[in-house]
T-cell receptor
């Protein structure tokens, strides 16, 4: 039982390049989330999904796209990376319902130069 | 505007001592409050989740309290260990897509 895994762990991009971050969970959770964590700030929600084939915007969605083609996977795409997207990205998953725990992955450290 | 304020920003204590971390929040809608522990370079790990009607919840040496009327929560750590060195994040919120993460309190436990 691996929990929540993220690929890659580290990545350096040049401005304008694109990439996809992959999140996978093996807990059969309905809900999945993408957050970013910047120095001196709390985690902020980028996009989330309440089920296969569904996605919704979070607090800071601009510049990102997501897809949930399979229940266990949640992809985060950057079409044209900008230095402002330099951050640590965390994926999480949970059961539905307000009081269920969110399980986080180990994070992806992305630097855009 | 949703806000979460945690205090202190950082704290250094000696191994074996107790400490209490504070969280004040203004979040709407509000139905639950979580405390997470985040080790350096790792993802957050849930310590406790309290619904608005709960006043206290424990998880081993960690005890969280919640006063929904005054919009305050605290996390008490008993008999601290070196492995407690981490950031502790207060997270009030409503639905799963509406959690507001605080900036965290960085705790250092020294031998």
């Amino acid at each position: 039982n691996a929990g929540v895994t993220q690929t890659p762990k580290f990545r350096v991009l040049k401005t304008g390049q694109s990439m996809t971050l992959l999140c996978a969970q093996d807990m059969n959770h309905e809900y999945m989330y993408w957050y970013r964590q910047d120095p001196g700030m709390g985690l902020r929600l980028i996009h989330y999904s309440v089920g296969e084939g569904t996605t919704a915007k979070g607090e800071v969605p601009d510049g990102y796209n997501v897809s949930r083609l399979k229940k266990q996977n949640f992809l985060l795409g950057l079409e044209s990376a900008a230095p402002s997207q330099t951050s640590v990205y965390f994926c999480a998953s949970s059961y539905p319902g307000g009081a269920y725990e969110q399980y986080f992955g180990p994070g992806t450290r992305l630097t855009v130069t | 505007k949703n806000q979460v304020e945690q205090s202190p920003q950082s704290l250094i204590i000696l191994e074996g001592k107790n400490c209490t971390l504070q969280c004040n929040y203004t979040v709407s809608p509000f139905s639950n409050l979580r405390w997470y522990k985040q080790d350096t370079g790792r993802g957050p790990v849930s310590l406790t989740i309290m619904t608005f009607s709960e006043n206290t919840k424990s998880n081993g040496r960690y005890t969280a309290t919640l006063d929904a009327d005054t919009k305050q929560s605290s996390l008490h750590i008993t008999a601290s260990q070196l492995s407690d060195s981490a950031s502790y994040i207060c997270v009030p919120g409503g639905s799963q897509g509406n959690l507001i993460f605080g900036k965290g309190t960085k705790l250092s436990v020294k031998p």
